[in-house]
């Protein structure tokens, strides 16, 4: 991560005092491993009460110093590291698990600041975590200050598909290239180009940006041709002006229009290291 790990102030923010306290299990049974859903630090134990995670379990903190860990014990024969590969394997439980996994995520981010994990973070212990969390306290700390009054919003460009391939596709009158790359016509690469207006326009009230290559076009597509796909990571003041500019410039060309997701807690601006 690169912007988004500094504080939006320019220097490191001191961290509220953590309210959270360990409850559970410092030394789990065998048969458990510990899932890490997020960090924060600042955390009023009781917005925990009666909220559950993957496998249903009961989500409680971990704390060190000022930060504070918000984990569930598992079974490891469902998600411990032999197991998980083959779980998520299947869509169904991915979408199943990555719900439950959000909705914990959400929950915490809703009043507090959160540094979100990957989905299945596992680790032995509550012992790990804590020493894991001490390691990286100064690195954690920086983080959480700059998401402090942040959302994430997504936004994909779509440009209209034309299922006949005829003079209406903005695809039309592609060539290729002596090395295979295949160039679009004008009106494909003018719906790009506009896109990439719309993205700079976007980046410009964004405390940091993410893009994500755009799935190659394909014929028959019926949700349209994506031509850009991108993160931003807002002040959550600026949320209704965002999703404001992303409906007035998608209206202003006929053909284009755009999916905007959101908010979200800040998952594609945290480190991508685990905890």
């Excluded at 909220?51 to 569930?72: M, N, Q, S």
């Excluded at 596992?122 to 200050?145: G, H, K, S």
């Excluded at 209406?168 to 295949?182: K, L, V």
Aim: charged share 25%; with cysteine.
């Amino acid at each position: 991560m690169s912007q988004a790990r500094m504080a939006r102030n320019g220097g490191m923010a001191s961290s509220a005092p953590c309210r959270c306290h360990s409850a559970g299990l410092d030394d789990p049974a065998e048969d458990k491993v510990v899932w890490v859903y997020a960090v924060t630090a600042d955390l009023d134990p009781g917005r925990l009460s009666g909220l559950t995670g993957v496998g249903g379990e009961p989500v409680r903190a971990v704390a060190e110093g000022d930060l504070c860990a918000v984990v569930g014990s598992v079974d490891a024969a469902v998600f411990g590291e032999k197991s998980l590969a083959s779980l998520l394997a299947d869509q169904t439980n991915i979408e199943m698990i990555g719900r439950a996994h959000h909705q914990v995520v959400a929950t915490v981010a809703s009043d507090d600041p959160v540094v979100p994990l990957r989905l299945a973070t596992i680790y032995a212990d509550d012992l790990t975590i804590r020493v894991l969390l001490a390691e990286r306290l100064a690195e954690l700390t920086v983080m959480l200050e700059s998401f402090r009054g942040t959302q994430e919003w997504g936004v994909k460009v779509r440009v209209e598909p034309w299922a006949d391939g005829g003079d209406g596709d903005p695809r039309a009158a592609s060539s290729s290239e002596p090395d295979g790359t295949t160039v679009w016509g004008p009106r494909w690469q003018e719906a790009e180009d506009y896109a990439q207006e719309i993205d700079r326009t976007l980046s410009d009230i964004a405390i940091a940006t993410r893009r994500h290559a755009a799935p190659y076009p394909r014929f028959g597509d019926i949700e349209g041709w994506t031509v850009h796909s991108g993160v931003y990571l807002l002040d959550t003041e600026r949320a209704a002006e965002f999703t404001g500019i992303v409906r007035k410039l998608t209206e202003e060309r006929a053909g284009l229009w755009a999916d905007v997701t959101g908010p979200w807690p800040p998952y594609s601006f945290a480190d991508r290291q685990e905890v």
